[in-house]
């Protein structure tokens, strides 16, 4: 299927130019979904896809995150547990009663692959059931969001992003259940953290949950997760955390290479 990626960046400008454009939240998250979309692209294109199932990859980052500026609107946050599930949200705006999908595309072949893929993009683990083209793309998409999810809390100040204060982030210390589970090679889970840190230090691991070996490719060479990892605590204890996390990165990246990890 191609793609008039003009006619779906002209809608997708229309449907945010809706909200509030003053918003920082907002500008984010328009910046967020071109950068997305264009590393889904990028992935797919590594993995010497069919030019049509690039278009198809391109066209997930670009509507993936619809739900978040209705979330934005009605809650003024990116914290699913505190407002709604943005990835259910946005599922429902395109293929529910709204059926916005079709002012993005009038070919309705993919709406099923498209509709899973958003739907789960932020889930912690995929269904099981998946048919192995879908798994693949919304591994594609996953990837893609992650890697940019590094990029938005490396510019964008902490505080912004977490609802809080600079002096919250940098006096908090990483809870234990959260050093746990990135010493595991795992994602965060959402319920075990319980403050602005845990939240930073969850974004980091979302590196262990990367797919594809270009997305490592991409982590390891853009500074990022390096400027990440460098966060500035003021507490001693928080200090001597993350020069453990640096290292446990640094191995990890480096095993991940000699076993060339990463292939779907």
Not at 11 to 38: E, M, P, Q, W
Not at 77 to 94: M, P, Q, W
Not at 207 to 215: D, H, I, M, R, T
Request: proline share 2%.
């Amino acid at each position: 299927m191609m793609i008039d990626r003009e006619q779906v960046k002209n809608i997708f400008r229309k449907y945010t130019n809706a909200y509030d454009s003053t918003n920082v939240k907002v500008k984010l998250k328009i910046a967020h979904t071109y950068r997305v979309a264009g590393l889904c692209e990028q992935i797919a294109r590594s993995e010497n896809l069919p030019i049509e199932e690039v278009e198809l990859a391109w066209l997930l980052g670009m509507l993936h995150d619809v739900g978040r500026f209705e979330q934005l609107r009605r809650y003024d946050t990116f914290n699913d547990a505190e407002s709604v599930d943005h990835a259910k949200l946005g599922a429902e705006i395109l293929f529910g009663s709204e059926n916005k999908i079709r002012d993005y595309i009038k070919d309705g072949a993919e709406d099923s692959l498209l509709e899973t893929a958003i739907m789960t993009h932020n889930a912690y683990r995929l269904p099981e059931e998946l048919d192995e083209r879908t798994e693949r793309f919304c591994h594609v998409l996953r990837d893609a969001d992650k890697i940019d999810i590094l990029r938005v809390n490396a510019e964008t100040p902490l505080e912004e992003i977490y609802n809080t204060t600079i002096e919250d982030v940098q006096n908090a210390v990483v809870t234990e259940a959260v050093m746990d589970n990135f010493f595991a090679h795992r994602a965060t889970p959402r319920q075990i953290k319980q403050n602005p840190v845990d939240h930073l230090v969850g974004h980091i691991s979302l590196v262990y949950e990367l797919v594809f070996s270009e997305s490592l490719r991409i982590v390891k060479n853009d500074g990022y997760l390096e400027k990440l990892l460098q966060f500035e605590s003021r507490n001693p204890q928080t200090q001597k955390q993350f020069i453990a996390l640096r290292r446990e990165m640094e191995h990890y990246l480096n095993v991940s290479k000699k076993n060339s990890k990463g292939r779907f």
